[in-house]
């Protein structure tokens, strides 16, 4: 992980840990925790925050140097999403935090661990919700994530959790994690 995009994350982290605000890194970051290693050059993090939390948080988060900036459009974006960039010039991060707003939103947080770096530690999505926000995604880059996540975890994976929750959010699984298949005797 590059030296900017370390710095962003941890202080990140420290101010939504401050601000006692549920999160867990989504993105590459996550996928780097469960699977085989891979570039990553921006964070994106899902938080829970209530509406009057929200603003309080967005206090805290430009005091910190997280200052909001105007993304491309992007399609199938189906959370509230601040885009965020720390740092100047070639030192920058851009973060999309993306603020939960239903039920497996907020189960995946709840099931969220906490991974050691640098000292410290942070909070990640579980291998299974990773795979589940990446299937939701469905982008090239996520598919790739699914992959690697399947290769390095695919054993370790509960399979009825993610059965479950993907015929909720209606995501087909990939094959040999889909329905049980019942064998003869």
Do not use: C
């Not at 948080?57 to 959370?79: E, I, M």
């Not at 907020?106 to 050691?116: D, E, G, T």
């Not at 000292?119 to 579980?126: D, E, R």
Request: cysteine-free; glycine content about 8%; proline content about 8%.
């Amino acid at each position: 992980m590059s030296d900017p995009l370390e710095s962003a994350l941890r202080r990140l982290a420290r101010v939504l840990e401050r601000a006692g605000v549920p999160y867990a890194f989504i993105g590459g970051v996550a996928v780097n925790a469960w699977a085989q290693p891979r570039a990553t050059f921006d964070l994106d993090v899902l938080v829970q925050a209530s509406a009057e939390g929200e603003a309080r948080l967005a206090r805290r988060l430009r005091l910190a140097g997280f200052l909001p900036w105007a993304p491309p459009p992007q399609a199938k974006v189906r959370l509230p999403i601040w885009s965020l960039v720390f740092g100047e010039g070639r030192d920058r991060t851009f973060i999309d935090l993306f603020v939960a707003g239903d039920e497996y939103q907020f189960s995946a947080l709840s099931r969220r661990r906490a991974i050691p770096i640098g000292g410290g530690s942070i909070a990640v999505l579980s291998p299974e919700d990773l795979l589940l926000h990446k299937l939701v995604a469905g982008r090239t880059r996520d598919m790739a994530d699914v992959e690697s996540l399947l290769e390095a975890m695919g054993p370790k994976l509960d399979r009825h959790y993610l059965r479950r929750w993907a015929r909720r959010l209606k995501v087909a699984l990939p094959p040999g994690l889909g329905a049980q298949k019942k064998t003869l005797p």
